[in-house]
């Protein structure tokens, strides 16, 4: 059911909202990570759970929630969602301890989940195909919002009133959110399918032992092998159980009949978009604290570049979106970024250059995106969208947490070794290596009309 193009802004807005929330505590916390360090005491692999936990639990559950939100109503579902992350903000201000506040971390990413799983598929079930496209790059725009405001808000809190207030920052939105959603109504494209949780719960253990692992691979490999064995076997038994029931199901996450090849390389190129970004963010932060003695403040202003140049070409790339087809701007968007990751480790302690380079990965990153999302969504029918929509955010955020677990170990690995500039560099040579394997995806899988059975209505 299409709106009238006057409720259409209200339709943009609200997403955008919910997806600015979810971003914005992904962005804030990177910055806050060394002053909680030291707040509590304790390691940067135990702190580093604040990230991976709220990804890991959003990764896990978006799936769920998607199903539901089609079910159900996406109104229903994203409302739902905001209360419970205006609930787990206050809790996360109020943390008196580490666990504390990572269970906290844990509730927000629930309510993160509720809130990405439902955002583009009120756009692509409310708005009309013509205006998707702008509507798309709209909200890739205030997706890169979040980890550029997060950082330099973040910083300039922590650096006045404290910690706890990157949190609390989140209550007056929420309100906005939640009076905004009343007047929002989706009866049509809902499913009667049921949720079959039994591969969801599978999925959600490979999930999170990828997540564990990746985390504390430092300490596991160097001490306690077993645990490293056990964990590569938890990984791949799961895996293979999801599959195996996933094919058995009648209802299935994603139906392979109604997919294709180049619908499994978006995911994938959302996956290796996702750890690389994650990284992006994460590395400078300590890099700049520990190498260069910038405060939080400071370094919240910094590394807001990558994404400001995702804000400032999201929406252009929006514009020139074609359902039809496999976008150039994917292609375009992966080049940039190759060429930028290039340029950052050769860039050493070079602040300018490090900055100038961090932009340009922005900008090839606003250019990959919006399409990226517009040719995965319009591969699939309208009843799916939800499920569709939480399955590009959850392979996303997957990215993310592995992207923040691998960026932990690296700094973890040249902080103990006193290399930290080059474990820096090995960082950006590993996002290029992700780049360039999803850049050879595009041509390997060619482009077909077939691959977009449902781009026109």
């Known amino acids: 059911m299409l709106i009238a193009a006057d409720n259409e802004k209200k339709v943009i807005f609200v997403s955008s909202l919910g997806m600015f929330l979810s971003t914005l505590d992904s962005g804030i916390i990177n910055?806050?990570?060394?002053?909680?360090?030291?707040?509590?005491?304790?390691?940067?692999?135990?702190?580093?759970?604040?990230?991976?936990?709220?990804?890991?639990?959003?990764?896990?559950?978006?799936?769920?929630?998607?199903?539901?939100?089609?079910?159900?109503?996406?109104v229903k579902v994203f409302t739902w969602g905001i209360v419970l992350f205006a609930l787990s903000s206050l809790l996360c201000g109020l943390a008196p301890s580490e666990n504390f506040?990572?269970?906290?971390?844990?509730?927000?990413?629930?309510?993160?989940?509720?809130?990405?799983?439902?955002?583009v598929a009120l756009i692509t079930t409310l708005i009309s195909k013509e205006r998707q496209g702008l509507a798309i790059g709209t909200l890739g725009s205030v997706m890169a919002a979040g980890p550029i405001l997060g950082p330099t808000i973040g910083g300039i809190l922590i650096s006045t009133l404290g910690w706890r207030w990157i949190f609390w920052?989140?209550?007056?939105?929420?309100?906005?959110?939640?009076?905004?959603?009343?007047?929002?109504?989706d009866s049509n494209h809902l499913t009667k399918h049921p949720i079959n949780f039994l591969p969801l719960l599978f999925l959600s253990l490979f999930m999170f032992s990828c997540i564990f692992l990746t985390t504390n691979l430092y300490q596991f490999y160097s001490k306690y092998s077993i645990w490293f064995y056990g964990f590569v076997i938890l990984i791949i038994s799961s895996f293979f159980l999801f599959i195996k029931y996933e094919k058995k199901s009648a209802y299935p996450i994603v139906s392979l009949r109604s997919t294709n090849k180049r619908f499994f390389v978006f995911l994938f190129t959302t996956l290796t978009f996702g750890i690389s970004t994650a990284m992006i963010l994460v590395v400078p932060p300590f890099f700049l604290e520990r190498i260069f003695g910038f405060t939080p403040w400071q370094t919240g202003f910094f590394i807001f570049c990558a994404p400001l140049g995702i804000i400032l070409t999201a929406r252009f790339s929006g514009k020139y979106i074609n359902p039809e087809r496999v976008s150039p701007l994917m292609v375009l968007g992966f080049t940039v970024m190759l060429g930028a990751l290039t340029c950052l480790i050769f860039s050493g302690k070079n602040i300018i250059l490090l900055l100038v380079f961090l932009f340009f990965y922005g900008i090839g990153g606003g250019l990959f995106q919006p399409a990226n999302i517009a040719s995965l969504m319009n591969s699939i029918e309208a009843a799916n969208q939800g499920a569709i929509n939480a399955l590009n955010r959850m392979v996303h955020n997957f990215g993310n947490a592995l992207g923040a677990s691998l960026a932990t170990l690296f700094l973890q690995v040249g902080a103990n070794n006193n290399k930290l500039v080059q474990w820096v560099q090995f960082s950006w040579g590993f996002c290029l290596l992700l780049i360039m394997i999803s850049l050879a995806c595009f041509y390997i899988f060619k482009p077909e009309k077939s691959d977009h059975p449902y781009a026109t209505s």
Do not use: E
């Open 31 to 74: 910055v806050a990570l060394p002053s909680l360090q030291q707040h509590f005491k304790t390691t940067i692999t135990s702190i580093s759970w604040t990230i991976s936990l709220y990804l890991l639990v959003l990764s896990s559950s978006i799936i769920v929630f998607g199903k539901c939100a089609d079910r159900y109503g996406r």
């Open 169 to 185: 920052i989140n209550l007056p939105i929420c309100m906005i959110g939640l009076k905004f959603c009343s007047s929002l109504n």
């Open 101 to 119: 506040l990572i269970f906290s971390r844990g509730l927000q990413g629930l309510s993160a989940a509720m809130l990405q799983a439902t955002a």
